[in-house]
């Protein structure tokens, strides 16, 4: 019996000290502004992933179009108002249509990040219109 006490109060401490090494182990991916890692958020575009493809002549609207096209998409509930479940664009506080995104260009952008239609509706409440919204931060 002791033994088996042994055993398992070993393995418990193994995988502690595994789980802690990997807890704190670099990610080594590209960081955002706002200070997360990028390197595996699809939710977030940076200046450099538009730049390391040679996109910053071409619209946002392309480029999103291009790397993000998921992004352009919205396939949620609709809700009562004309433009319900529509993705949206952000360049601030202000919410304005998706053709905005044809008038800036990558060299522009410091960085895009997509915010579900359940994050929309928390950062920025009913003008959401209950679909996902593109925030745009510009350089």
Known sequence: ???IAHLTVGVAVGLLAL???CASAPSGGA???SGTSTASNQNILTASEIQERGLGDQSLYDIIKLIRSSYLSF???SGTTA???MVQVSY???LTGIDDLKSAFGREILEVR???AASAAQRFGSSSNNGPV???KRK
């Open 134 to 136: 593109i925030m745009v």
């Open 114 to 116: 997509y915010l579900s």
């Open 83 to 85: 433009n319900a479940g």
């Open 75 to 77: 396939h949620g509930q």
């Open 31 to 33: 960081q955002s502004p």
């Open 19 to 21: 789980t802690s090494a």
């Open 92 to 94: 601030g506080n202000t």
């Open 1 to 3: 019996m002791r033994t």
